[in-house]
């Protein structure tokens, strides 16, 4: 199923209009309009704008399995691939279903997690495999390099940003599971 199906199936169950549901979340009747008929791809920050406005968690995009083998192997991890955007998720737990997420993260020399800061509820804790980020986490920011690890709270704003020449691999864990 598609992105912008998935969203138009929750809306309507919920029996709410599309100008209700662009109230809701802040975005244009448009916009919303587009998204549900993928015309157009949302950014980060606008598809969290969604799913809170429809209170669901950002998985219900993605996670459409259900699977009860602890074990992940490398070669099978479930990818997560944010449409237009040079950052890929591996999830290292078996799915999203559970009371944390555990994800590698990828970003592109130069790329960023989202064109805006991003706050949901919960917290994150982040540890740097290769490379440089900065993390704005409201109005500060923190650079990490190889070896470091960051803990915050995930309900002020944040997103992360590569700073370096290579590609920065990170490990994260979330509670509760937010994508």
Not at 7 to 34: D, H, V, Y
Not at 106 to 120: L, R, V
Not at 169 to 179: L, R
Request: proline letters at 4%.
């Amino acid at each position: 199923m598609k992105l912008g199906e998935k969203i138009r199936k929750l809306r309507k169950e919920q029996k709410i209009s599309i100008e209700k549901l662009a109230q809701m979340s802040g975005l244009s009747t448009g916009l919303i309009s587009q998204m549900e008929r993928d015309i157009t791809i949302p950014s980060v920050g606008s598809l969290w704008d969604v799913a809170k406005a429809l209170n669901v968690h950002i998985n219900y995009f993605f996670d459409e399995y259900e699977d009860k083998n602890p074990i992940v192997r490398k070669n099978e991890r479930k990818k997560i691939i944010i449409p237009n955007s040079n950052i890929t998720y591996e999830l290292l737990s078996p799915n999203l279903n559970n009371k944390m997420e555990f994800l590698m993260v990828e970003i592109e020399p130069g790329m960023c997690s989202s064109d805006e800061q991003i706050c949901h509820e919960g917290e994150e804790c982040g540890y740097m495999i290769q490379g440089s980020m900065k993390v704005k986490w409201g109005s500060k920011e923190y650079i990490l390099n190889e070896g470091d690890s960051i803990y915050f709270d995930s309900t002020v704003p944040h997103r992360f940003v590569n700073i370096g020449d290579k590609v920065a691999i990170s490990i994260w864990t979330m509670t509760p599971p937010s994508f």
